[in-house]
């Protein structure tokens, strides 16, 4: 039975933050997660790292500041899969007085003052780029800055960090079993491999549950009745149709019922519509977009947009479960509890933008359960990419077209935004497009896919196309079969 410091749970957002944190500090990391890294909630959002608008107009101020710093730090630490994008607030009579909006964005500006990003403005929407998708009752409105992240892509890069650092990244693999361990302290940890469907056991000190909508289904595994607090679901959907505006800036769409839909342009020719908001007490491992939902997407831009859209114009949809803690209007809450003598911290909540926070806080209390680790040190650290020159993008970005001139601009800055320094982890010592490998179709080669496999950990068509990347939008058929016969003679090598 192998011996750990910490067993975590879970690898979201939360749990792979957490084993990056916890390795960053000396700490020994086993992360295991059932299915893959960014499979559920955390590939499932909108895309975006917000500064705490939301907050802000709830009355939150300290959780507002919160978000923003954590915006920026995030920003300056993986800025080729972050960065800024202004946001557009249409305005007309039936939403809230004109002053008031301009009243909340500059206290807005004022408590953000050292944020990096631009300041807020009232715009005339009259003869302008942005005001020109938009029907003629809106005239006027308001922009301001926050930031839109590859959310799986941050999560890879947390795990790759993490495993660098010395953590132990165990996908596909799920905790079916927490005892107390019979003759030391800690927990005796019972894993399955759900591809070999071997079982294997772990020794580990402290145990993170990690694992968002299924912490209480985690805990449930240590004793009957351990859940400490209530678990909302809320299912969040999306939809991608064509793009429906030029123009490289968001807008933010107050619907009948008062919530905020956002149309946001994505990878060159979508347009990224959501989100939708509802109780779910369905399966959380099906979950899926329903047709009502995305009627309530298309009838948000139909209010607003010249261009109408209508179901059938729908390419792509996706749908998660975000849990939600009953009773508490806190963004998270870190629950540390002894079980049977031994030690497990349970994660509630979380959001994406605070997600380095809340890890940082849980390695703080882990350190202190085992008596021994270092302090804090993710804020300054960059993320994998983003590294070096790479933390100005632009300037990385023209270091690597000068360093890789015979491979297509395309594909280049696709490169540069997916990888950052780290493109040069499978473009090192080629000189032109031949030595890359296979060309499976599509400015897809063998060289890519092989580093995704053998890095970053990809083992389905879904994970290279879906999480790894968004291929699974650009791709003919053909190229989609030339990448699933050489992934099926990838992992056949590596004995998957």
């Not at 893959?36 to 101020?61: E, F, P, V």
């Not at 308001?142 to 495993?163: E, G, Q, T």
Request: glycine content about 10%; proline content about 3%; some cysteine.
């Amino acid at each position: 039975m192998k011996t750990v410091d910490v067993l975590v749970i879970g690898g979201g957002i939360n749990g792979v933050g957490i084993a990056r944190d916890l390795s960053g500090r000396g700490v020994s990391v086993i992360l295991c997660e059932k299915d893959d890294l960014a499979s559920a909630t955390s590939s499932a959002s909108t895309k975006l790292l917000q500064g705490g608008l939301c907050h802000l107009k709830r009355g939150k101020i300290r959780l507002m500041r919160e978000a923003m710093t954590e915006r920026d730090i995030l920003l300056r630490s993986a800025p080729h899969i972050i960065w800024p994008m202004t946001f557009v607030l249409p305005h007309y009579k039936r939403l809230c007085p004109w002053w008031l909006i301009r009243m909340v964005l500059s206290v807005y500006d004022y408590l953000g003052w050292r944020t990096v990003l631009p300041k807020s403005k009232w715009l005339s929407f009259v003869g302008t780029r942005i005001g020109q998708p938009l029907k003629l009752l809106f005239k006027r409105g308001f922009s301001y800055s926050d930031c839109v992240v590859d959310d799986a892509r941050l999560v890879v890069l947390n795990a790759m960090d993490a495993y660098e650092k010395g953590a132990k990244i165990l996908t596909r693999t799920e905790c079916i079993g927490l005892d107390r361990h019979p003759k030391e302290p800690g927990w005796a940890v019972t894993l399955l491999d759900n591809i070999t469907e071997d079982r294997f056991m772990v020794h580990a000190q402290v145990v993170v549950n990690a694992s968002g909508p299924w912490v209480n289904k985690v805990l449930s595994l240590v004793d009957e009745g351990a859940e400490k607090y209530g678990v909302r679901w809320i299912k969040g959907s999306h939809i991608l149709v064509p793009r429906i505006y030029q123009g490289e800036y968001a807008y933010v769409l107050k619907n009948d019922d008062g919530r905020d839909v956002f149309a946001i342009p994505y990878e060159e020719k979508h347009t990224l519509i959501g989100t939708t908001e509802s109780d779910y007490d369905g399966d959380i491992e099906e979950v899926r977009v329903d047709l009502d939902e995305v009627e309530y997407l298309c009838g948000a831009v139909n209010r607003y947009f010249r261009h109408q859209i209508k179901p059938e114009d729908v390419e792509w949809t996706y749908s998660g479960v975000s849990p939600m803690i009953d009773g508490s209007e806190c963004d998270y809450i870190l629950d540390a509890e002894e079980h049977h003598g031994a030690r497990i911290l349970s994660v509630y909540g979380g959001k994406i933008t605070t997600y380095r926070k809340l890890s940082e806080q849980s390695g703080d209390r882990v350190v202190e359960m085992l008596g021994r680790g270092r302090g804090a040190w993710t804020e300054p650290a960059a993320l994998p990419g983003g590294e070096g020159s790479a933390v100005n993008f632009e300037t990385f970005l023209k270091t690597l077209r000068r360093e890789y001139g015979w491979i297509p601009e395309a594909l280049i800055l696709r490169y540069a935004r997916s990888y950052g320094a780290r493109a040069r982890a499978f473009l090192r010592g080629f000189k032109r497009l031949s030595d890359m490998g296979e060309y499976l179709g599509d400015d897809v080669y063998e060289a890519e896919i092989s580093y995704l496999v053998n890095v970053e950990w990809a083992l389905t068509m879904d994970d290279l196309l879906w999480r790894r990347s968004k291929l699974g939008l650009h791709i003919s058929d053909d190229t989609r079969k030339n990448i699933q016969k050489l992934l099926k003679n990838i992992l056949t090598k590596k004995g998957n």
